[in-house]
């Protein structure tokens, strides 16, 4: 594991540092306060169902597709034998309605987004969230803030494959290995370590397990650009 003391990483690292060659953003629990939004719906969709979502299984699904996530809320609910794809439009409709509702940023995410832009570091927002609910998103993200967006289902495997921070890094025109992803899940930590991406890592919804090559923080809130140098020593 990355020392989770930002402050002496910081000091170590000395002006004209190598920066990093991009700073690839998840979305969800990161950049912006939606995982409680999709929580709303997930559990409206379960009592349509009859049913009621477990925690365990709310846990399982932070930072999946909503393919994944369907599969995880029918087995959860005893009931895989309904329509999938239908659960999964149902979701992406109703997260659309509490999306345009407003979205809330992340303490600090929107501090250090306009640091990396200000500094003119290429960015990605590397998501498994769909396209349209994406679209949505950067209303208020503002998609002047990155050079390449890679959505759920515009990649051939999601989190925690490494093909979404491996295209991004593809898009971009950089190695994985020079870019620095800043996440919030267990499957966004594992799709960007896969990858060969140093990793910056605030838990929203889940607790994350130290491990090598992840700096664990509490907020993005003291997070800048020498830090974000500083765990690409």
Avoid at 175 to 181: E, M, Y
Wanted: aromatic share 4%; hydrophobic share 50%; net charge negative.
């Amino acid at each position: 594991m990355i020392e989770a003391d930002p402050t002496s990483r910081r000091k170590r690292t000395a002006l004209g540092v190598r920066r990093p060659a991009a700073v690839l953003f998840d979305m969800d629990g990161t950049l912006v306060d939606s995982e409680k939004v999709w929580e709303v719906a997930l559990l409206e969709l379960a009592a349509s169902y009859g049913g009621t979502l477990s925690a365990a299984a709310r846990r399982a699904m932070v930072g999946t597709s909503t393919a994944e996530s369907m599969a995880i809320l029918l087995a959860d609910l005893g009931q895989p034998w309904r329509d999938a794809d239908a659960a999964g439009a149902w979701l992406t409709d109703r997260v659309a309605d509490l999306f345009a509702d407003g979205l809330q940023w992340r303490p600090g995410a929107s501090a250090l987004l306009g640091a990396v832009r200000a500094a003119g570091i290429p960015t990605a927002l590397v998501t498994s969230t769909d396209r349209r609910l994406v679209d949505l998103a950067l209303t208020m993200l503002g998609p002047e803030n990155f050079d390449v967006v890679v959505c759920g289902d515009e990649v051939p495997a999601t989190k925690p494959d490494p093909a979404p921070y491996v295209a991004a890094a593809r898009l971009l025109g950089v190695p994985p290995h020079a870019c620095v992803a800043v996440e919030d899940s267990p499957t966004g930590v594992a799709s960007a370590v896969a990858a060969g991406v140093p990793v910056v890592a605030v838990p929203c919804e889940v607790a994350l397990p130290p491990q090598p090559g992840v700096l664990l923080l509490d907020t993005l809130a003291n997070v800048d650009l020498a830090l974000l140098a500083s765990i690409m020593q």
